[in-house]
T-cell receptor, first 115, second 113 residues
Framework: GNSVTQMEGPVTLSEEAFLTINCTYT??????LFWYVQYPGEGLQLLLK?????DKGSNKGFEATYRKETTSFHLEKGSVQVSDSAVYFC??????????????FGAGTQVVVTP | GAGVSQSPSNKVTEKGKDVELRCDPI?????LYWYRQSLGQGLEFLIY????????KSGLPSDRFSAERTGGSVSTLTIQRTQQEDSAVYLC???????????FGSGTRLTVV
């Protein structure tokens, strides 16, 4: 079946540190991959996406590259800010032929950035 | 509307009572999804609508849970005879489909006491 595995949190780091959140997936077919962010007290927001192998999604200084050979979609940011403190969810849409299908989410990784 | 709207934002109910949660998706989004997020847990899929029909309701935890969508727009999630384990944040999302991803509402925090 389809699944998403992401590193457990919380991840605690200082402002301006480098952030990596690992995400690996299992899927049949050719999934689309997403990162969502949930700030405290808010709903989930789409952060970035990639729809095919070797695509790089980027937004707000965050990047993730769709690696088919390692079935990974790791999220990175070079210099985090306190405002990046949130829960980050990796997700996949299992198949390009089932474009309406439900997203499969990882368990989420809490990131805490201290001044 | 500009975003996905959910109401109420918070609901406290007594065990055994019925509750209705409402979701108003983005205009023109034909796909609508309900998820549940329990404290410290990830997102649990409940049901998905395409237009007014529900091709996938595999995530509904029990027959106490039901959902409908009318006019290809507003959806209502109903939980009958609520139990304490139903306490969670219920999230609604809508989508244009494909690689567009979802737009989520802010959720309804349900507390069963």
């Amino acid at each position: 079946g389809n699944s998403v595995t992401q590193m457990e949190g919380p991840v605690t780091l200082s402002e301006e540190a480098f952030l990596t959140i690992n995400c690996t997936y299992t899927a049949t077919g050719y999934p689309s991959l997403f990162w969502y962010v949930q700030y405290p007290g808010e709903g989930l927001q789409l952060l970035l996406k990639a729809t095919k192998a070797d695509d790089k999604g980027s937004n707000k200084g965050f990047e993730a590259t769709y690696r088919k050979e390692t079935t990974s979609f790791h999220l990175e940011k070079g210099s985090v800010q306190v405002s990046d403190s949130a829960v980050y969810f990796c997700a996949l849409n299992p198949s390009a032929t089932d474009s309406w299908g439900k997203l499969q989410f990882g368990a989420g990784t809490q990131v805490v950035v201290t001044p | 509307g500009a975003g996905v709207s959910q109401s109420p934002s918070n609901k406290v109910t007594e065990k055994g009572k019925d509750v209705e949660l409402r979701c108003d998706p983005i205009s023109g989004h034909t796909a609508l999804y309900w998820y549940r997020q329990s404290l410290g847990q990830g997102l649990e899929f409940l049901i998905y609508f395409q237009g007014n029909s529900a091709p996938d309701k595999s995530g509904l935890p029990s027959d106490r849970f039901s959902a409908e969508r009318t006019g290809g727009s507003v959806s209502t999630l109903t939980i009958q005879r609520t139990q304490q384990e139903d306490s969670a944040v219920y999230l609604c999302a809508s989508s244009l489909g494909g690689s567009n991803g979802y737009t989520f509402g802010s959720g309804t925090r349900l507390t069963v006491v």
